[in-house]
């Protein structure tokens, strides 16, 4: 499985920006799809998750109500759209899948597949 995540850039303070993930090669419904970020000298944090199947999703407290992980099946993409953002979110914004969905605390130790980051920055 290989995940071609894209539509980072600079937006200032109150802006939207929609990521997409794109996901090459062969999945199972049971896969589960995520969004983890990266600030700089911090360590990597769950974002959103999202089941391949069903579509049951998961947000960080700190993003609730700002930002919304969606997929669509047919075309094996996966969204994180991203309003009211604010400097705190600047960071690379990695899509990452697990073979199942998980129930626990998500961390980046229990992903299988990641793709390439796309830088964030959110400045006035």
């Known amino acids: 499985v290989q995940l071609q995540a894209s539509g980072g850039g600079l ?3 109150g802006e939207s920006l929609r990521l997409s993930c794109e996901v090459l090669g062969r999945t199972s419904s049971s896969y589960a799809m ?8 911090k360590e990597r944090e769950f974002v959103a998750g999202i089941k391949w199947s ?10 609730k109500g ?3 992980i969606s997929k669509e099946s047919a075309k094996k993409m996966v ?5 009211s953002l604010r400097p705190e979110d ?3 914004y990695y899509c ?14 229990i992903m299988n597949y990641w793709g390439k980051g796309t830088q964030v920055t959110v400045s006035s």
Do not use: C, E, I, K
Request: glycine content about 10%.
């Open 11 to 13: 937006v200032q303070p």
């Open 90 to 92: 600047t960071a690379v």
């Open 34 to 41: 995520t969004w983890f970020r990266q600030a700089p000298g």
């Open 66 to 68: 700002r930002f919304t």
């Open 54 to 63: 069903g579509g049951s999703s998961v947000h960080a407290d700190s993003v």
């Open 79 to 83: 969204f994180l759209q991203m309003n």
């Open 96 to 109: 990452a899948a697990r073979t199942s969905w998980y129930a626990g605390r998500w961390s980046d130790g």
